[in-house]
């Protein structure tokens, strides 16, 4: 199959588009990505809106997994009460694991990723 090239200009940038087979797309993807870095150039995701895609730790370089737990609370309008109740454990767990008096076991970050709807690995 062929692939196909298409290159845009605006000002000091260009936009170079590259269509290609789906079965080639990932290793052409990674090709690409490690020309780009090798020749200097910091490659960044993009959302469907052609915004830069950031992981947490970019965001937050100091994060505890304590912030992320009170965040995702406040962001659900839950108490640390009803936030222990649907992990099956005390009030007194959940504000030791926000004040970072406590370590997130694995068993606690898939309970917590299960509450919020978000991949576990982000409380550990």
């Known amino acids: 199959m062929l692939a196909h090239m298409k290159m845009q200009t605006t000002g000091e940038l260009a ?6 087979p789906i079965k080639d797309a990932l290793k052409i993807r990674e090709a690409v990505s490690a020309a780009l870095n090798t020749a200097g150039h910091r ?8 915004n830069e895609v950031f992981s947490v730790a970019e965001v937050f370089p100091e994060r505890a997994p304590g912030m992320l737990i009170e965040g ?20 007194n767990r959940v504000s030791d694991l926000e004040n970072g008096r406590r370590e997130v076991s694995k068993e ?12 576990y690995q982000m409380f550990l």
């Open 15 to 20: 936009e170079i588009i590259v269509t290609v």
């Open 43 to 50: 490659v960044r995701d993009l959302n469907d809106e052609g």
């Open 72 to 91: 995702f609370r406040l962001k659900f309008d839950l108490t640390q009460e009803k936030l222990a109740e649907l992990l099956g454990t005390k009030q």
């Open 108 to 119: 606690m970050a898939k309970k917590l990723g299960a509450v919020f709807k978000v991949p």
